[in-house]
C-alpha cells in the first residue's frame, strides 16, 4: 500500500502567485516526521522543510510553509509568492522506523512545478 | 552547513566492469548513510541504509552481491556496482543523515551508463 501520496502529477503556475501542493500520507506509527525536498533538473536533492509528528505549530522556512493536518493525516507544502527558480520537481517523504531499528524515508512520486513568467 | 558530496558525477562504463561511487558528508559526521536508485521521472527508491563500521541493511529485492555498500568512516561511504550490466544504468544518490531531525541530506547523484 502506498503511504506516501502526491496526486498532483504537474502544476504550472503564474510568477508571484501562491502554490499548494499537496501530500497524504499513511502510517501507524505515533511517532514520525515529514519532510519535503526539491529536485531541479540537476537532479540533486535540496532539504526543504519539516514538520514532527508532535509538533504543534505548522513548520515554516522562508516562502516554505507547511499546512499540517494531523486527523486528515495530509502535510500540503506551500510556496508563497512563487518565483522561476522554483520550478522543479517536489517530493514529500515520511519517515518511518524499520523493523531492523533503522529509519528510513518512504517517499511520494512526486508533483513537477513549473512556474510561468 | 550539511553539504553532501558524491562522485563521481557521471560515469560510462562497459558491460561486466565494476564501478565504485564515493558518498562524503563534508561538514558533519554521519553515522548512517543510505543508497537510492531514481530511474527517469520516477521516485528514488531506498537500496540499502549504511551504518558506519556495521553491514548495510539492504532493502527487499536488492542484491547484496551486486551492490557492495562500506561505511569504513563517519564521513564516507561507497558504493560498488559489480560486474554492471546495461540495466544497471540509472542515476545513483546518496544521503547522509544529520541536523536536529535526523535530516537527510542528499549529494549530488551519479549518473551511470553501462554499455
Known sequence: ???????????????KEAVTLDCTYDTSDPSY?????????????????????????NATEGRYSLNFQKARKSANLVISASQLGDSAMYFCAMRESTNFGNEKLTFGTGTRLTIIP | GAVVSQHPSRVICKSGTSVKIECRSLDFQATTMFWYRQFPKKSLMLMATSNEGSKATYEQGVEKDKFLINHASLTLSTLTVTS??????SFYICSARGGQWGTQYFGPG???TVL
Not at chain 1, 516526521?33 to 505549530?57: C, R, T, V
Not at chain 2, 554492471?84 to 544504468?89: F, I, L, R
Open chain 1, 1 to 15: 500500500a502506498q503511504k506516501i501520496t502526491q496526486t498532483q502529477p504537474g502544476m504550472f503556475v503564474q510568477e
Open chain 1, 33 to 57: 516526521g515529514l519532510f519535503w525536498y526539491k529536485q531541479p533538473s540537476s537532479g540533486e536533492m535540496i532539504f526543504l522543510i519539516y514538520q514532527g509528528s508532535y509538533d504543534q505549530q
Open chain 2, 84 to 89: 554492471a550490466h546495461p540495466e544497471d544504468s
Open chain 2, 110 to 112: 551519479t549518473r551511470l
